[in-house]
């Protein structure tokens, strides 16, 4: 598995620009809309519970409990971005994401931030 099946982020060519900071460079806050947010909670299936069961005894990492938090990960970022685009923002400011155990059946994770309308700088 290369390096690209462990990523994450937003398509470079979406309408909806996602920053984990405060501002834009370059662009000024015209309206806050609110916060958003974008939630997914995913149980992990037999066969990597098994196979996660055998490797943390010999030790090295869990690729695939990894991907599959990835793929938890960018699909709480789609449901964001949606969101954020009903509610007519064109940026999403100061994203987090929060992770957590769900009952012990699977694992939440919650992309979340504030939906704004930037604007270019003149």
């Known amino acids: 598995m290369g390096i690209e099946d462990f990523g994450g982020g937003t398509d470079p060519r979406s309408d909806v620009l996602v920053v984990t900071t405060n501002d834009v460079p370059g662009y000024r806050v015209q309206q806050v809309i609110g916060e958003v947010f974008g939630l997914t909670v995913r149980s992990r299936h ?12 010999i030790g090295g990492e ?3 409990l990894t991907k599959t938090l990835v793929e938890t990960r960018n699909q709480a ?3 964001l971005i949606e969101q954020a685009r ?3 923002a064109n940026a999403v400011l100061m994203m987090r ?4 155990e769900a ?9 979340y931030g504030t939906a704004a309308v930037i604007v270019q700088e003149s």
């Open 46 to 57: 037999l066969g990597s519970q098994i196979g996660a069961g055998l490797k943390s005894m």
């Open 62 to 64: 869990l690729k695939g």
């Open 77 to 79: 970022m789609e449901r």
């Open 86 to 88: 009903a509610r007519g």
């Open 103 to 111: 009952a012990d059946v699977g694992t939440e994770v919650c992309a």
């Open 97 to 100: 994401f929060d992770v957590a």
